[in-house]
């Protein structure tokens, strides 16, 4: 008979040996230790955030790991946990186990978590009340771009160095910096290891300097996939990226940044060849506490972009809300009104979530058109998600792989033809929907507003 349980300190190296297993025989050779230093090389009392499927004969059939974090949105902490190391042994799979220990996880993490963020088959794990959501614009930077803008000398002051020495000097110093960094984010997952959480899935941590002076670092993935990229003051950031392109000598940076990063969006814009929005991977999120949630985002919202004045009554899956917003000032409080909308919880996450929710979609016609209201936690969540856990999706190298094909594509569109289509024009503009921090652009002025 099978035991399901949390994993005991003594299975921690059968924990890392099955996780390998797995994503090696369905992927490509896995070595957890090294791809993700902040859980696997913690020692065995990481075995804590593992569920596990064991056989009688005390062997591990499968395993999922929860590792809980702090996410700082709107000047609020929220209780997240992030799914990952899903691994179930080719010769067990169709037995229930992941379906039994997922089940047990969210079981577990009632009244203890705010929500559940992941990256994986999205049919897969609708099952489990996980909807779709995330999204990101992912930035083109060629050669030509920074010939064009720069004349020679202009980008000289930059310089560039990795973040962490291999001799580990100055180590604390370079993470209580990159740490300070990331907490000035609109939306960051506060970090205890940041040298791990930057080394995590080989990526490459890069201090930027200028004049002698560290202002900023870069994460890359690649060689030329810029997935974070943080400096002091906001002006430095597209030179820095483009000295990086111009001293590394290569063709082209590809820049992702979360839709509501509307400054830093506006900047790219300006001088990238072209650019994409899209979802962030695979992100799929499961909201617990639907006040505590939408209170954070929408108060992020609020900071970043300006949202309108309105009310809003809901109750979803059975929790009553009300959002008022009042000069910029959001209040969420645990009530519903009369007449208030009620929505289970795939449709209430589709109408929080999907930037594509609309009529003939799970969430009721007459909903949608009185309030479009989408919240996107961000690629922020994800990343981080990705450098804590594996996930069943993630693919590091293939980047790599679909990079030529990805720049001749790209070299193949016009950039963006007007300034009031730009991503980031506008800022501070409350365009749709309120929640979503999406950049201020006209893609659905039509939309009705909160309120």
């Known amino acids: ?253 590809f820049i992702s940044i979360p839709v509501y990063e509307t400054g830093k969006a506006a900047a790219l814009s300006e001088v990238c060849e072209s650019f994409t929005k899209e979802r962030c991977g695979s992100a799929m999120y499961r909201i617990f506490q639907f006040a505590d949630v939408i209170e954070a985002m929408l108060t992020m919202k609020a900071e970043t972009m300006g949202i309108s004045d309105g009310t809003w009554s809901a109750v979803l899956e059975g929790q009553p809300v009300t959002v008022t917003v009042k000069d910029g000032t959001v209040t969420v409080t645990g009530e519903a009104h009369p007449g208030a909308d009620v929505l289970n919880r795939e449709q209430a996450q589709e109408l929080l979530l999907s930037p594509l929710a609309s009529k003939g979609s799970k969430v009721p016609s007459e909903i949608w058109k009185e309030h479009s209201i989408r919240l996107v936690p961000a690629s922020a969540v994800l990343c981080d998600g990705r450098r804590i856990l594996g996930n069943d999706c ?13 720049q001749k594509r790209r070299k193949r569109r016009n950039p963006v033809p007007c300034d009031f289509l730009r991503p980031g024009a506008g800022r501070g503009v409350p365009l749709p929907g309120v929640l979503c921090c999406l950049p201020a652009r006209t893609d659905r002025l039509g939309e009705k507003l909160l309120g």
Not at 394 to 406: G, L, Q, V
């Open 394 to 406: 993630w693919e590091a190298e293939k980047y790599e792989r679909d990079s030529e094909t990805r």
């Open 1 to 253: 008979m099978t035991e399901y349980r949390l994993a005991k300190p003594e299975e921690w190296e059968d924990c890392i040996e099955l996780a390998n297993y797995v994503f090696s025989t369905a992927h490509r050779p896995h070595d957890f230790e090294q791809l993700i230093p902040r859980v696997y090389q913690a020692g065995p009392e990481m075995a804590r955030i593992h569920r596990v499927a064991v056989a009688e004969n005390g062997r591990l059939r499968a395993e999922i790991a929860v590792l809980p974090q702090q996410m700082a949105a709107g000047g609020k902490l929220l209780r997240a946990g992030y799914v990952g190391s899903v691994s179930v042994h080719p010769k067990a799979r169709g037995e229930g186990h992941m379906k039994r220990l997922l089940g047990d996880w969210i079981t577990d993490l009632e009244g203890t978590c705010d929500l559940l963020a992941l990256d994986g088959q999205r049919q897969r794990y609708a099952y489990f009340g996980f909807t779709p959501g995330s999204e990101k614009y992912t930035f083109y930077l060629d050669v030509a771009n920074v010939r064009h803008t720069w004349k020679n000398g202009e980008l000289s002051a930059y310089t560039f160095a990795p973040l962490f020495p291999e001799n580990g000097e100055a180590d604390e110093e370079a993470a209580a910096f990159a740490k300070k960094l990331n907490e000035e984010k609109p939306l960051y997952v506060v970090r205890e290891d940041v040298k791990a959480c930057l080394k995590t899935f080989g990526e490459q941590a890069i201090a930027i300097w200028k004049n002698g002076e560290r202002i900023g670092y870069l994460a890359l993935c690649g060689g030329n996939q810029v997935v974070e990229a943080e400096v002091l003051e906001e002006q430095d950031f597209v030179p820095a990226l483009a000295a990086y392109l111009k001293e590394n000598a290569l063709d082209s940076l």
